[in-house]
């Protein structure tokens, strides 16, 4: 049993709650090798991804989880809903709440978007992106990528490299490897940094070539070019240049270090497309752990009750 | 009609009071002060156990009269006033349409003598309809009656323009008030940059965006000589500009709000409580204690709530997107009793001090003394009175307060506006 009913922040989390998710998301990644790749666990439970923000795969994948788990999912989308009506998120959240939903992915524009529906609704939310604050899954996933890749997660060094400030990949990153024991290094141009990266937990390095030798993981954020008013560079050129990873910066890490990134990538920007390609480059690892460990996060929420359903 | 205040603690450092005394008021004005007063016919009321202070005066307050009705207007806005203590508020003008004009401050002059109860001051705008591209009508506004001029709510971004607003203010001897935010540092944040935002994952709002509109505008006063008041300090920075300004003999005064004094961006978790959404947004427990030691020390001259009422709907936002601000009036002189009075560094009369005496001298409103001759503004505080903050609390129409929840001690228990009862037995008179 997880500890909490909401997966909205990682620091809500216990390390066991994390232990539990990545050792149930092993046992669906077997599920999703089979040729019928689908369980009734979640029959009649009914899953409701609500993206009022623009999101492909984040979506798809939860999609997916929820269909192989036999869970009806509706998609509740930011062109067919009604905030573009000028419905309130509250108002939304109610009115999701009267159909009677089990469990709600939100992803939002806007931080503490999650909390909104907690106050609203009895169903189970999951933070599927909220601002620039946190995005649980993703790092539950990556977590679960390193482990299986690396054998453990205690005493990594993970480098993430790029827009740290505007990233909840890295809000939700960065504290779950300081709970399971890894360290998690931030890198990039200062005008890409939070204030106060120390408060998350991560050490601040400025030069990707002086962290390389000492990193297990070279984790690299998208350059979110669509975010950022007035770049807070000079230019992608250069940008590439300090900070993109390609063979020779794969030359500089240590034989058994990996290359993530939680995608979409700008090929030629942050990764060349020569390292994204290579058995060094773990990003479609990433997509495929991400179905697993979302099929995991709507079991443990959801599998617990169904058991007892009549309670 | 005759009234006497018997039995009350009267505090005025103004006169030197600080003693048990009787006060007979007449017509509207305190005809004697004294120990064992007699009237022999009129109303008395028994303030043994409490504290009598002159009238207090908050000098930032939105009454949302014209235009917003729906979050509070002259009558409600006034109530709430009376019921937190206040004599008097000034009006700031960012209504719709806009106070830059004579006629709009007329209208508000005029529905505040019709509903409001207690003094409105109008406080009009600096520039046409605050866009700091042209100057407003100040002349025509204070013909009609307006007090001060403020561009509250964004800022003169424009130094020229600053410069320009401060330069032909001096011809009327009304004070700028200006609210220091550069907005191209200040962005898009919505909170304290630093620790808060780093881990709530909000834009930040970084201190300097005020400290350096507070160094600019000083350095505009002396280039003027142009009286400035420096709204809604935020910042240890801003307290330390001051500080010396003051120290070189400029015309510079300052006010702390409550929440400024009272909470830090601590209060921030991530409940994203939107009722601590304001702006400038709440700093680091430093920057409060530095607020505190300057409320202490005379660098800032004035308590003012920066009273900002919005529906329960438009703060039921998602963080970024609800609006700034948080009702004042009503729990600020609980605050300072709680906070403030309670210390030993911290008395009576300084508490007279920044919420009387201080708020009228940095906007040049008519002075009020506890001394016979005077007009009878004046506010009965019970210092023992318990206070729950909750909605069915407020006399103002909406109830984002960002002390929701508290307890507080001591509470207005009278106010008298020009010796008529505003607030009676805690109640605001109907």
Redesign the interface.
């Given at each position: 049993m997880l500890s909490t009913r909401h997966i909205?922040?990682v620091?809500?989390m216990t390390v066991d709650d994390i232990n539990l998710i990545l050792d149930t998301a092993e046992s669906f990644k077997e599920v999703n090798e089979r040729r019928i790749k689908k369980l009734p666990t979640l029959r009649g439970r009914t899953v409701v991804n609500l993206f009022l923000e623009p999101s492909t795969r984040t979506r798809t994948s939860f999609e997916i989880a929820a269909k192989r788990l036999s869970a009806d999912g509706i998609n509740f989308t930011a062109s067919a809903s009604a905030t573009v009506k000028g419905e309130?998120?509250?108002d939304t959240a109610a009115t999701l709440s009267a159909m009677a939903c089990d469990l709600v992915v939100i992803r939002?524009k806007?931080?503490?978007?999650p909390?909104?529906l907690t106050q609203q609704m009895d169903a189970h939310i999951v933070n599927g992106g909220?601002?620039?604050?946190?995005h649980p899954t993703q790092a539950l996933l990556d977590l679960f990528t390193m482990r299986e890749k690396l054998g453990k997660l205690e005493g990594l060094r993970v480098g993430i490299v790029g827009d740290i400030a505007h990233s909840?990949v890295a809000?939700s990153l960065i504290p779950a490897l300081r709970m399971v024991g890894a360290t998690p290094v931030v890198i990039g141009p200062p005008t890409l940094m939070?204030?106060?990266?120390e408060?998350?937990g991560a050490e601040f390095v400025p030069s990707l070539d002086e962290a390389l030798p000492g990193l297990d993981v070279a984790y690299l954020l998208r350059v979110q070019m669509e975010r950022a008013e007035g770049m807070p560079f000079p230019s992608v050129r250069e940008y590439s240049r300090l900070f993109g990873m390609n063979s020779q910066r794969v030359a500089m890490l240590p034989n058994h270090a990996i290359v993530m990134h939680p995608g979409p990538m700008n090929r030629g920007v942050e990764i060349s497309a020569e390292v994204a390609d290579s058995e060094r480059s773990l990003v479609l690892h990433q997509v495929n752990s991400g179905v697993a460990v979302r099929m995991a996060v709507m079991y443990l929420l959801l599998g617990g009750e169904a058991s007892g359903a009549s309670a | 009609m005759a009234l006497l205040l018997r039995g009350g603690r009267v505090v005025d450092p103004a006169v030197g009071l600080d003693e048990i005394a009787d006060i007979i008021i007449r017509d509207g004005v305190i005809v004697e002060i004294g120990p064992d007063l007699t009237i022999p016919k009129g109303i008395t009321i028994e303030c043994a156990e409490k504290i009598v202070v002159p009238g207090l005066v908050d000098i930032h307050t939105h009454l949302r009269e014209p235009g917003f009705e729906y979050k509070e207007d002259i009558a409600s806005g006034t109530r709430a006033a009376a019921h937190g203590g206040f004599t008097a508020v000034c009006a700031m003008p960012n209504t719709s349409p806009i106070c830059d004009e004579g006629s709009a401050v007329r209208f508000i002059v005029e529905r505040a003598a019709a509903h409001g109860k207690v003094r409105v001051y109008p406080i009009g705008t600096i520039t046409v309809a605050s866009k700091g591209a042209a100057l407003a009508e100040m002349g025509d506004m204070v013909a009609e009656g307006a007090i001060a001029f403020s561009d509250d709510g964004s800022g003169v971004q424009d130094t020229g323009m600053m410069r320009l607003a401060m330069d032909y203010a001096k011809q009327f001897g009304t004070t700028i008030l200006s609210h220091c935010e550069d907005e191209s540092l200040a962005g898009k944040g919505v909170v304290n940059e630093g620790v808060v935002s780093t881990r709530l994952g909000l834009v930040g709002w970084p201190s300097a965006a005020e400290e350096i509109h507070v160094a600019r505008d000083i350095a505009l006063c002396e280039l003027t000589g142009c009286r400035l008041h420096l709204a809604h300090l935020s910042t240890a920075g801003s307290v330390a500009m001051v500080r010396s300004a003051k120290e070189r003999g400029l015309p510079v005064t300052c006010e702390v709000t409550p929440h400024h004094l009272f909470l830090d961006e601590d209060a921030l978790t991530p409940e994203y409580n939107t009722s601590l959404k304001m702006n400038p947004p709440l700093r680091t427990a430093a920057d409060k204690e530095a607020l505190i030691a300057g409320l202490i020390d005379g660098t800032v001259d004035a308590i003012a709530t920066d009273h900002a009422p919005h529906a329960v709907h438009e703060k039921a936002l998602e963080f970024e997107l609800a609006p700034f601000g948080s009702t004042g009036l009503e729990t600020a002189l609980s605050l300072a009793m709680t906070h403030l009075v309670s210390r030993d560094d911290f008395s009576m009369s300084d508490l007279v001090r920044v919420m009387a005496h201080g708020p009228r001298s940095c906007l040049g409103l008519p002075t009020m003394r506890l001394e016979a001759g005077s007009v009878a503004d004046i506010t009965v505080i019970d210092p023992e009175a318990r206070v729950e903050i909750n909605a069915p609390f407020f006399e103002s129409k909406s109830s984002n307060s960002a002390f929701m929840g508290t307890t507080l001690l001591g509470k207005a228990s009278e106010v008298l506006v020009g010796g008529q009862f505003a607030l009676r037995n805690g109640k605001v008179v109907d």
């Open positions: 909205i922040d620091q809500d309130s998120l509250a939002h806007y931080a503490g978007a909390r909104i909220d601002g620039m604050h946190q909840r809000g939070p204030a106060r990266p408060v998350l | -």
